[in-house]
């Protein structure tokens, strides 16, 4: 079996500090806490991006900013989120990319999120995985259906993407696919051979989808963006709290731990 990917979803678009004291939000605070979580064991760090004031933005200079923060304290991925938050324009959520991190997420389809509509247009799609295959960064197709997994093969089929895939699950978004272990299982079921993935679990699906994908040969997100909770109850201290509890867990059963460089091999991604 692989040794697991742990990515670490620090911040996200939606949690305030409010819901979570130490959410991470300036470009210092969200280095810090990815060299922490660095420390810990994940390999990937997924990152939104926050005006001082909290407020989401998909700013190519804040991107840039938190970029060399990062880089001056580990050899982590950086991956960025084209997804922003739900109010973003696509003009808004494409610039990121302008500022070259290794990877980036590709929403492949739109869904109901909360309230809210989360927006991927076919032609959208279609320009995020032009601009990633010019500038060399390594997407990450984001699964909140499972007719997105076919949007992103249709990507596949117009040259605009190429097998493998590594392919991240979402589950548990209130309005879209639940996160129950068969979805779960149902969803890897459905990737082509070769194809790597992960899987997020929102809020209560977290740690047991977690657990599961350790077992499944699969990888592993966890961070604020998904959950603030360590427990029912209980809020997380920080994102390596709960990067921590994976790698214990992984340990327990055996599965060994990808370092940055490790990860980067199982991924494809040239550095």
Not at 36 to 59: E, K, L, V
């Amino acid at each position: 079996m692989e040794k697991l990917i742990i990515t670490v979803a620090v911040t996200g678009a939606e949690v305030t500090k409010q819901q979570q004291p130490n959410l991470p939000v300036t470009p210092d605070e969200i280095a810090q806490e990815v060299y922490r979580c660095w420390q810990a064991g994940a390999s990937i760090a997924h990152i939104h991006a926050r005006m001082p004031d909290g407020t989401p933005t998909q700013s190519k200079e804040v991107y840039a900013e938190i970029k060399k923060k990062i880089q001056e304290k580990c050899d982590i991925i950086i991956q960025f989120s084209t997804g922003g938050a739900v109010w973003h324009k696509p003009e808004e959520r494409i610039q990121c990319l302008d500022a070259l991190p290794e990877m980036a997420t590709l929403s492949a389809g739109s869904c109901n999120f909360g309230d809210d509509v989360f927006m991927n247009s076919p032609s959208f799609m279609e320009l995020l995985a032009k601009r990633m295959k010019e500038l060399g960064i390594r997407p990450e197709i984001e699964v909140f259906e499972p007719g997105m997994i076919e949007n992103a093969l249709r990507l596949v089929k117009k040259g605009l993407l190429e097998l493998p895939l590594h392919f991240d699950f979402v589950l548990g978004v209130p309005g879209a696919m639940t996160g129950n272990i068969e979805d779960l299982v149902f969803l890897v079921h459905k990737l082509p051979a070769g194809c790597t993935w992960s899987v997020a679990g929102i809020g209560r699906y977290e740690l047991p989808l977690a657990v599961h994908s350790i077992l499944m040969g699969g990888h592993v997100r966890v961070g604020f963006e998904d959950n603030i909770y360590y427990r029912k109850g209980e809020l997380a201290t920080s994102n390596a709290q709960l990067v921590e509890r994976v790698v214990r867990i992984a340990k327990e059963v055996g599965r060994e731990i990808a370092t940055p460089q490790e990860a980067r091999k199982i991924l494809g991604i040239t550095k």
